[in-house]
């Protein structure tokens, strides 16, 4: 309540002080008190609003959410599911048959992210044709046969990305039998 009191009694002395020149019959003076007054105003509300330290306390962001990494493994599709995030789980994605943990990059892989719906899943065919398209996101085994020279070399580009960006957590696997790819 110091911020109160000091621009209160402020705003009070600049008005006592300029009350003199009111008392002329000159209209600049009648803006000058008019203008000393909202500044006044403004700076009691600028130090009361925006540099209150009770507010400022309340205001700080949460820290960011801790959990725990995931250990280095081999995922299935299937296993690779839960991880997209929800449920203060990490965010993984698979990219050229390679797991990724993305959970740093959730603004971009987690919910409401643009790239979340490669979440839990193998986005290697939707990256490698830059596609934001569902139907580019498989929910079988996609061996990556049909893609373009082209986008061979994108989806390399993406590997190296995510090589370079986050934690590899192991391959992904075709099936559980010990078939990798």
């Given at each position: 309540h110091?911020?109160i009191?000091n621009?209160?009694r402020?705003t009070?002395?600049?008005?006592?002080?300029?009350?003199d020149?009111?008392?002329s019959?000159?209209g600049?003076a009648?803006?000058?008190?008019?203008i000393a007054l909202?500044g006044?105003v403004l700076?009691?509300?600028?130090?009361?609003?925006?540099n209150?330290?009770?507010?400022?306390?309340?205001?700080?962001e949460?820290?960011?959410?801790k959990y725990t990494?995931?250990?280095a493994?081999d995922f299935?599709l299937e296993e690779?599911?839960?991880?997209?995030g929800t449920?203060?789980?990490?965010?993984?994605?698979?990219?050229?048959h390679?797991?990724?943990?993305?959970?740093k990059?959730?603004?971009?892989?987690?919910?409401?992210?643009?790239?979340?719906?490669?979440?839990?899943?193998?986005?290697?065919?939707a990256?490698?044709?830059?596609?934001?398209?569902a139907s580019?996101v498989?929910?079988e085994w996609?061996d990556?046969?049909?893609l373009t020279?082209?986008?061979?070399?994108?989806l390399?580009?993406w590997e190296m990305?995510?090589?370079?960006r986050?934690t590899?957590l192991?391959?992904?696997?075709?099936?559980?039998e010990g078939s990798?790819?």
């Amino acid at each position: 309540h110091y911020y109160i009191t000091n621009n209160l009694r402020m705003t009070l002395e600049t008005a006592e002080a300029l009350e003199d020149l009111t008392m002329s019959t000159d209209g600049t003076a009648y803006i000058v008190t008019t203008i000393a007054l909202l500044g006044g105003v403004l700076a009691f509300y600028y130090f009361y609003i925006y540099n209150n330290p009770e507010e400022q306390e309340e205001e700080q962001e949460p820290e960011e959410e801790k959990y725990t990494p995931l250990e280095a493994q081999d995922f299935t599709l299937e296993e690779l599911r839960p991880y997209d995030g929800t449920d203060g789980k990490p965010v993984c994605i698979s990219v050229n048959h390679i797991v990724y943990d993305v959970t740093k990059g959730k603004n971009f892989y987690g919910q409401g992210g643009p790239y979340a719906m490669l979440a839990g899943k193998d986005g290697s065919r939707a990256l490698a044709k830059m596609s934001l398209d569902a139907s580019d996101v498989k929910d079988e085994w996609d061996d990556l046969e049909d893609l373009t020279p082209f986008q061979r070399d994108s989806l390399l580009e993406w590997e190296m990305k995510f090589q370079t960006r986050y934690t590899e957590l192991g391959k992904l696997l075709k099936t559980r039998e010990g078939s990798e790819e």
